[in-house]
């Protein structure tokens, strides 16, 4: 199935689901510290009382469009979902360049990057559709390594999913500190997270005790699951329909075992 075939799939998907079912997106404005930030609140109404919650961080270009499909799927399965703002309100690169300009200076002041994200789970919690006790955090490359700051960081919730995203810190996890189970979906031959980089992730996982899964996709480079990377793996990020499915089928049933 080539990524035309598999975004129509999608998108027939949705359409069937939406005559029985009704997602809603809410602009949520939040702060860390003095900044403004931006999210999304997203539920599907067809699920009543406060149900388990899935917090979502963006790619490095920012919250967008790729992230509100992502959650309107996840709201579809029962979630509540809360599309985390990293960047402020407004700021959103429209270049390659602004975006690992921007990225970088986030993954180069990990406590700014892990107090942003806490924001944005404290914000979830607030809100009654979900239930504060049973929530899990996802994110997309660059939100990949956040979600996995926000586990290192000490966060109370029940696990963190990381598609594609980077696995290094200067600040490695200290035994016994991190509460959230961790999956980590990983392209096989993904050129910006090389295998020495798993590898010390893997002993850093080991060293602190924490309940890890790591789960590597053979073919898959790079953003496997962005439907807009294109489709040649040799510039390092592709689109990949099977470990996009793949990896998606593996979130839910890690899901099953940490939320329901």
Same mark, same amino acid.
């Given at each position: 199935?080539? /990524? ?12 069937? /689901? ?28 067809? *699920?009543? =009382? ?5 917090? /979502? ?38 270049? #390659?360049?602004?975006?690992?300009? +921007?990225? =970088? ?7 700014? +990057? ?49 598609? *594609?995203?980077?696995?290094?810190? #200067? ?14 979906? *990983? ?7 090389? #295998? ?25 480079? *790079? ?9 040649? #793996? ?27």
């Amino acid at each position: 199935m080539n /990524v035309r075939v598999w975004q129509v799939t999608a998108a027939l998907v949705l359409a069937a /689901v939406s005559a029985t079912a009704s997602v809603q997106r809410r602009t949520v404005e939040y702060r860390q510290g003095e900044v403004v930030l931006e999210g999304a609140l997203v539920w599907d109404t067809s *699920h009543a =009382g406060p149900r388990p919650g899935v917090l /979502v961080v963006h790619q490095w270009r920012g919250l967008g469009d790729y992230e509100h499909k992502r959650a309107e799927m996840l709201a579809r399965l029962g979630y509540a979902v809360f599309c985390a703002d990293i960047y402020g309100k407004g700021v959103r690169p429209g270049t #390659p360049q602004e975006a690992a300009q +921007l990225s =970088g200076t986030y993954k180069e002041d990990r406590p700014l +990057l892990q107090a942003r994200v806490r924001a944005a789970l404290d914000e979830f919690r607030r809100h009654a559709v979900v239930d504060p006790t049973r929530i899990a955090a996802i994110g997309y490359c660059f939100g990949g390594t956040t979600v996995l700051e926000l586990a290192r960081s000490g966060a109370v919730l029940r696990g963190v999913v990381s598609f *594609h995203g980077g696995l290094g810190t #200067p600040n490695p996890a200290e035994r016994g500190r991190v509460a959230a189970r961790v999956l980590v979906l *990983h392209g096989a031959d993904d050129p910006f997270v090389p #295998p020495a980089e798993v590898s010390a992730f893997e002993e850093e996982m080991r060293k602190a005790g924490v309940d890890w899964q790591l789960v590597s996709y053979g073919g898959a480079v *790079h953003s496997f699951t962005d439907w807009n990377a294109g489709s040649d #793996p040799t510039r390092g990020a592709a689109y990949e329909e099977k470990a996009d499915r793949r990896s998606w089928e593996a979130m839910k049933v890690f899901f099953d075992e940490i939320l329901k």
